[in-house]
């Protein structure tokens, strides 16, 4: 087998720098055999249906729970003993999580979207897990806290997610590039296909759940139809693409060029900022397209500027090829004068 695995390819790839340490490689095996795990749960969750085992019970005699449930748990229990982290923080968990006293503690902080679009699993939809790497800024010894936690975008160290679609895959970035590798299953091991990924400038994609129209603003509302006009760059209308799992609408518009709009539904008193969560959505994805050559805004600043105020806070995220994004701050700009 001549094919870059992971491993190899993080000792390879980051030889001189911070992140080349057997620490951070041990964390990235450890989130990797988490996914591994998750992975082979979702592939099983049709069977579940199939097999009348959605009682409380399984034919183990374990109890049956939702698969995000599921990969929230495996991923908080391998990454707690991993050794090398000092706090996690889950989408799923309202506080920060800290590691058991007895365990080994490092300086690294993870936090993470368990299962992204866990809604559309019953019809066997692409779903991921999103996630974000900090280093803890304070000495101290002592267990990290919020404040540890809340650090702006920009200062990830890694970021990444592994998307459980046709194939598994896992895309990943320590600041030096965008990696792409699918999982062989035959060899259990995820091999590098998508070296140095690069997004397209402009795209041909736009991804926004448009039934919200009605909720939104006059500068969302002509962004939108900009995309879907013929008096744009292209000189054509964009092709509408969503499949409501970002990581998912997320991937293949990096792959193909494009933009995902999830803009503040402002009439909606209940997503006034948007839907997506800045620590553990909006901020890695932004990591990767910045990586890649494309741009993240909120539609005033760069979402990795952001200084977050809260865990769990939400952002309205405009996220894609540069001068697509670039147009949506471009009208907005213009509405706020
Ligand atoms: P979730 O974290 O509860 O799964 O919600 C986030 C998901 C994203 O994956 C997706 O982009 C978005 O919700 C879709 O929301 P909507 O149905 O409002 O378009
Ligand atoms: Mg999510």
Redesign the pocket.
Same mark, same amino acid.
């Given at each position: 087998m001549r094919q870059v695995t992971v491993t190899e390819h993080l000792l390879l790839h980051q030889k001189e720098s911070p992140m080349a340490t057997g620490r951070f490689t041990s964390m990235l095996n450890e989130l990797i055999l988490a996914a591994k795990i998750i992975s082979r749960e979702v592939n099983k969750a049709g069977l579940v249906d199939v097999l009348g085992l959605t009682g409380e019970v399984n034919v183990q005699g374990e109890a049956v729970r939702k698969l995000d449930d599921y990969a929230n748990d495996i991923l908080i229990y391998r990454m707690e003993r991993a050794g090398v982290l000092c706090a996690i923080a889950s989408?799923e968990n309202a506080d920060v999580i800290e590691i058991p006293e007895n365990m080994p503690q490092g300086d690294y902080i993870l936090i993470f &979207?368990p299962l &992204?679009?866990?809604?559309n699993i019953d019809a066997n939809v692409n779903v991921g897990t999103i996630f974000s790497i900090y280093r803890r800024k304070s000495n101290c010894k002592c267990g990290a806290t919020l404040a540890d936690v809340l650090q702006k975008g920009a200062d990830q160290v890694a970021a990444g997610y592994f998307l459980y679609g046709t194939s598994t895959m896992m895309v990943y970035s320590t600041g030096r590039g965008v990696h792409g590798f699918t999982m062989d299953p035959s060899v259990g091991e995820f091999l590098l296909s998508h070296p140095d990924i690069k997004t397209p400038g402009t795209g041909k994609i736009y991804s926004v759940?448009e039934a919200y129209w009605i909720y939104w603003d006059e500068a969302t509302r002509e962004a939108v139809s900009y995309f879907k006009s013929t008096d744009n760059s292209r000189g054509k209308p964009y092709s509408q693409r969503y499949i409501?799992?970002?990581?998912a &609408?997320f991937h293949r518009n990096l792959l193909y060029g494009g933009i995902f709009l999830?803009p503040a539904d402002m009439q909606d008193p209940k997503k006034p900022r948007g839907?997506?969560r800045l620590m553990c959505e909006a901020n890695p994805l932004a990591f990767l397209i910045e990586q890649a050559g494309g741009k993240a805004t909120d539609g005033e600043i760069d979402i990795l500027q952001i200084e977050p105020s809260e865990l769990h806070q939400r952002v309205p995220l405009f996220i894609g090829s540069r001068n697509d994004v670039d147009k949506v701050m471009e009208i907005y700009r213009k509405h706020k004068k």
């Open positions: 989408e &979207d &992204d679009g866990s809604s759940n409501g799992s970002l990581v &609408d999830y839907k997506l």
